[in-house]
C-alpha cells in the first residue's frame, strides 16, 4: 500500500473519502478521489486497489490533511480501494469501483439498429 503520515494519534474513523474513483473508471484513464482527515490527530493512511489486474497509485498530500489519489486500472471489472488508517479500512471501505473498458475498446460497426415504421 501507498503510504502517507499525517499525525501520531489515530484511528479510521477519523477519514473520510470520496469522489468518482471510488465508484467507476475507465482503463488507461485516472480514477481519482480525496482522502480526507477529519480534525489533526490521524495517523498513518495507506491505500490498495484490488481488481482484475495491478493498478498503479499515485497520491499528493496536500499538507493540510487531504489528499488526491489516482490510480489507473488496466483491465476492466470491478476494484476494491482500499482506504487505511493505521492497518485498518476506513467507513465504507473497501469502496466498489466499476471499471469501464477504454473508449477504443468499443466497436460502434459491431452494433446492430433497425428503424422500425409504425
Same mark, same amino acid.
Given at each position: 500500500?501507498?503510504? /502517507? $503520515? #499525517?499525525?501520531?494519534? &489515530?484511528? *479510521?474513523?477519523?477519514?473520510? &473519502?470520496?469522489?468518482? @474513483?471510488?465508484e467507476?473508471?475507465m =482503463?488507461?484513464?485516472? +480514477?481519482?478521489?480525496? =482522502?480526507? &482527515?477529519? @480534525?489533526?490527530? /490521524?495517523?498513518?493512511? @495507506? $491505500?490498495? #486497489?484490488?481488481? *482484475?489486474?495491478? +493498478?498503479? #497509485?499515485e497520491?499528493?498530500?496536500? @499538507?493540510?490533511?487531504?489528499?488526491? =489519489?489516482?490510480?489507473?486500472?488496466?483491465?476492466?471489472?470491478d476494484? +476494491? /480501494?482500499? /482506504?487505511?488508517c493505521?492497518d485498518?479500512?476506513?467507513?465504507?471501505?473497501p $469502496?466498489? +469501483?466499476? !471499471?469501464? *473498458?477504454? &473508449?477504443?475498446?468499443? $466497436?460502434?460497426?459491431? =452494433?446492430?439498429?433497425?428503424? #422500425? !415504421?409504425?
Amino acid at each position: 500500500p501507498f503510504e /502517507v $503520515f #499525517i499525525s501520531e494519534d &489515530a484511528g *479510521p474513523q477519523k477519514v473520510r &473519502a470520496w469522489g468518482p @474513483g471510488l465508484e467507476t473508471g475507465m =482503463v488507461g484513464k485516472s +480514477a481519482d478521489f480525496v =482522502v480526507e &482527515a477529519i @480534525g489533526t490527530e /490521524v495517523g498513518t493512511l @495507506g $491505500f490498495s #486497489i484490488e481488481g *482484475p489486474s495491478q +493498478a498503479k #497509485i499515485e497520491c499528493d498530500d496536500k @499538507g493540510d490533511g487531504s489528499c488526491d =489519489v489516482l490510480y489507473w486500472p488496466t483491465e476492466p471489472g470491478d476494484y +476494491a /480501494v482500499h /482506504v487505511i488508517c493505521d492497518d485498518e479500512d476506513i467507513k465504507d471501505s473497501p $469502496f466498489m +469501483a466499476h !471499471i469501464l *473498458p477504454a &473508449a477504443n475498446d468499443v $466497436f460502434p460497426e459491431k =452494433v446492430k439498429y433497425h428503424h #422500425i !415504421i409504425s
